[in-house]
């Protein structure tokens, strides 16, 4: 494994998020998976971008609990008839 950092890392982690996301072309995919086994350079960014996406994904999935989901649900509605009350005035 070498630690390049050069126009290959530059592509690779150009395209990190689409890789990740698996929302580029399969031919792509297998290039930035091969040049992410040969460098420790963008295996890192890679790892530390999964780990973050993984946190990130977990976070968004809790469901929040029913008193502040009303809460927030009554602020907005009364900022909603503040706003159209301010438009018929």
Known sequence: MS?????????ALESLYLFLDREIDSASCEEIQAHIDDCSHCLSAYDLERVVKTLVSRSCAEVAPEPLREKVLYTIRTVQVQVSERRQG
């Open 3 to 11: 630690d390049c950092d050069g126009p290959d890392c530059e592509q």
